[in-house]
């Protein structure tokens, strides 16, 4: 079946530069896209979410961006903070072949970020 | 605060016992969901409510029973469960109702459970 997939699992950054997080996808009528961030014994946490109409979209110091044409996700954090350091996962918004309107949210495994101070 | 709640934060329980967890959601949201995450995997989708209606069990083994009493709160009853299914076991609420719309999940902090 489709699934939300990531290029890579594990990211090192050294404090003060940017990071790129990235996520391709398969369901090409998936039709919005949520970044979360998750540290270690807490659950995930919003961080920005993208319509498929859009291909930016910037919030504090994140920024996501989406290519419809190659099915990817990317999300950019400026002058990346120890505090970053967590998994990041994408998750998409699959319509079900059955009932319009219906939708089921699928999760990437996730990348690992850990920021050297 | 997350807004969800999940209680307890840690769970051990043997094959035999019964246990439940419990969230309680500060939103005011619609939809509340049950998740399994396990080592290495993506994210499981169990139960789906959507004001106190069940919406959605994802193939989901009968030793795992979900209770939703009101949208406020939603329970998940264990029994009789298996080595296989420790896992974190994590609570979402969203505003608009499920099967999803566009909206985003609010995720509480998990409870951790061991089965021995």
């Known amino acids: 079946g489709e699934s939300v997939g990531l290029h890579l699992p594990t990211l090192s950054v050294q404090e003060g530069d940017n990071s790129i997080i990235n996520c391709a996808y398969s369901?090409?009528?998936?039709?919005?896209f949520i970044w979360y961030k998750q540290e270690s014994g807490k659950g995930p946490q919003f961080i920005i979410d993208i319509r498929s109409n859009m291909d930016k979209r910037q919030g504090q110091r994140v920024t996501v961006l989406l290519n419809k044409t190659v099915k990817h996700l990317s999300l950019q954090i400026a002058a990346t903070q120890p505090g970053d350091s967590a998994v990041y996962f994408c998750a998409e918004n699959v319509p079900y072949s059955s009932g319009a309107g219906s939708y089921q949210l699928t999760f990437g495994k996730g990348t690992k970020l850990s920021v050297i101070p | 605060e997350t807004g969800v709640t999940q209680t307890p934060r840690h769970l051990v329980m043997g094959m035999t016992n019964k246990k439940s967890l419990k969230c309680e959601q500060h939103l005011g949201h619609n939809a509340m969901y049950w998740y399994k995450q396990s080592a290495k995997k993506p994210l499981e989708l169990m139960f789906v409510y959507n004001f106190k209606e069940q919406t959605e069990n994802n193939s989901v083994p009968s030793r795992f029973s979900p209770e939703c009493p009101n949208s406020s709160h939603l329970f998940l009853h264990l029994h009789t469960l298996q080595p296989e299914d420790s896992a974190l076991y994590l609570c979402?609420?969203?505003?608009?109702?499920?099967?999803?719309?566009?909206?985003?999940?609010?995720f509480g902090n998990g409870t951790r459970l061991t089965v021995t």
């Open positions: 979402a609420s969203s505003s608009t109702g499920a099967p999803f719309s566009n909206s985003p999940l609010h």
């Open positions: 369901n090409s009528a998936s039709d919005y």
